[in-house]
């Protein structure tokens, strides 16, 4: 096998790769004068098995480009499968029409995923399970939350610990890792979002008086609203909270607004490289998930079950 690298996360792309003890392959992804994407791969790829690993976060447009033109050139190069790693897969908030005349942008990026060449595709938590309907080759959903509670048990293992979804449509994410952390009791936050961005937090659901509450999410963007569950959940008499999310968008003032929050600490994975206000951050925590991904692609190499490593 061999892992192609894109601009969006090398970071995680070195970690995948020393994890499996296979070098990067040599290649250059580089952008015209006019800011087009080229691509060139400077070994032979012929036959191979090859897993190109590029996020498609901000900037979304030019990192989707580079993902497609990285596939068409291994395509062309004569790859015997390739599959697109794409720990975070930009646009899945666009998984159905949302109102009249809107698109369903999920569903394009995966036809165009598709025609570029990809044989298969590896994500982590996407935003919504229909998401691998939309494919029309196989599609592998990891899920971060083997290693969310590992490290939930590691550092907050003493405290009476209650799992809680910030909105109805995470319950089941929620429930899942309330049962591998021994059946932790369960809350929701039952919210209003009147306009993309904001919401506003109406009650919550469950008992939490007395408990350490673990917030639980897929994506964390503006940050508004596990900032307004944490008020709400002191407000009902949680001790502390903490909020655990794949996917660290944080876009804005996100990073400021969680700094300032009654958070205990955000945790987020690397599956979109940190910039430079995330590393600085003092409640803002990041956990690798290069093991996982790495772990799912060698078993995809060797025609191995991938869902078992979630058993």
């Not at 033109?69 to 899945?92: E, H, M, N, Q, W």
């Not at 109805?168 to 919210?191: E, F, Q, S, T, Y």
């Not at 307004?228 to 794949?246: F, P």
């Amino acid at each position: 096998m061999k892992i192609l690298a894109g601009n969006s996360n090398p970071e995680l792309a070195s970690a995948v790769a020393a994890y499996l003890e296979l070098p990067l392959t040599k290649a250059a992804v580089r952008r015209f004068a006019d800011e087009e994407v080229f691509v060139e791969i400077h070994e032979n790829v012929r036959g191979e098995d090859v897993f190109v690993i590029q996020p498609t976060s901000a900037p979304s447009n030019d990192n989707l480009m580079e993902l497609l033109i990285c596939i068409d050139a291994l395509k062309r190069a004569s790859a015997k499968r390739i599959t697109a790693v794409v720990p975070y897969f930009g646009y899945a908030r666009q998984d159905r029409k949302m109102g009249p005349r809107t698109p369903i942008s999920a569903k394009l990026v995966a036809n165009l995923i598709t025609v570029a060449g990809a044989d298969r595709v590896l994500s982590v938590d996407l935003h919504a399970g229909q998401i691998q309907g939309f494919f029309d080759i196989p599609t592998d959903n990891l899920y971060a939350a083997p290693v969310m509670s590992a490290d939930i048990e590691a550092r907050y293992g003493g405290k009476p610990l209650t799992v809680v979804s910030p909105d109805v449509g995470g319950v089941v994410r929620a429930r899942a890792l309330a049962k591998r952390l021994g059946n932790a009791p369960l809350a929701i936050v039952d919210k209003r979002r009147e306009k993309a961005g904001e919401s506003e937090v109406m009650n919550i659901i469950g008992d939490v008086r007395g408990r350490f509450c673990v917030l639980v999410d897929d994506i964390v963007d503006s940050a508004g609203t596990l900032c307004n569950a944490a008020v709400a959940l002191t407000a009902a008499g949680a001790i502390g909270v903490t909020a655990y999310v794949s996917h660290g968008v944080l876009s804005g003032g996100a990073v400021a607004r969680v700094e300032a929050s009654e958070l205990t600490e955000l945790v987020i994975t690397d599956s979109i490289g940190a910039v430079e206000a995330v590393r600085a951050a003092k409640k803002i925590r990041t956990m690798t998930i290069a093991p996982l991904l790495a772990e799912a692609m060698r078993r995809i190499s060797d025609e191995a079950s991938v869902s078992s490593l979630f058993d």
